[in-house]
Each structure stands twice: as C-alpha cells, then as structure tokens.
C-alpha cells in the first residue's frame, strides 16, 4: 500500500509561479512512477506529468513542456512540481499518483495504470 499527499496549491495571477509537492509513503519501495495529474471542472482528468521513482526518467504533456518542472526526492519521498509561467487554463485540482507496475511503454498518462491516488489541491489561476 502507498499513500499520497499533496500540498503547495493556491490562487495566483497568471504569470505567477507554484510549487506543489507529493508526500509518497507506505511501501515506497514498490513504487516505479509518481505522475501529477489535474482535473478541471467539467473535463476528464488530464496527465501532466510523471517520473519514474527509481532512474529518474521524466514525461510532459506537451501542454506543460518548458513551463512544468517534476522532480523526485528519494531520501525525503518527495515529488515535486515546479509551476511557472502559469495560465488561466491551468486552473484545475491537481492530483498526485503513483503505481507500481513498469510498463515496456514506459512512463504512462493513463489515469487507469496508476493505483494509488492523493487527495488532489486546488490551483487556481487568475487572469
């Protein structure tokens, strides 16, 4: 069993940068990737990111790429997510998950491959 929590979201203008962080506990060592996800009100929960726990491999969607920054802390069981240059559209409940199956494909944006979910926080951006 492993456990997610987040932290860091909040209201900010848009421009603005935010850090959210993933607290991962419970058995860590089963863990192969923590992926961030986000939901807006009325939309399908969208993949923002993932990095595989243990070689650091890391995957964007390309909504994100180069203003997003994911990093994992192994010692702290931390997963970070560096926000910048933020948008109205990035507005959404962000959620922290993890799984412990490696795919051949490798890092995926599946909501369904991921078995261990955080209870998600807020960001909301203002224009």
């Known amino acids: 069993q492993v456990s997610l929590v987040e932290s860091g979201g909040g209201l900010v203008q848009a421009g603005a940068s935010l850090s959210l962080s993933c607290a991962v506990s419970?058995?860590?060592?089963?863990?192969?990737?923590v992926a961030w996800f986000r939901q807006a009100p009325g939309k399908d929960r969208e993949f923002v990111a993932a990095v595989n726990w243990r070689s650091g491999n890391l995957r964007y969607a390309d909504s994100v790429a180069g203003r997003f920054t994911v990093s994992r802390d192994n010692a702290k069981n931390v997963v970070n997510l560096e926000m910048t240059s933020l948008k109205s559209e990035d507005t959404a409940v962000y959620y922290c998950?993890?799984?412990?199956?490696?795919?051949?494909?490798?890092?995926?944006?599946?909501?369904?491959?991921?078995?261990?979910w955080g209870q998600g926080t807020q960001v909301t951006v203002s224009s």
């Open positions: 998950a993890a799984s412990n199956v490696a795919y051949k494909s490798g890092l995926s944006s599946l909501p369904e491959r991921y078995g261990y």
């Open positions: 419970g058995r860590t060592f089963t863990t192969y990737a």
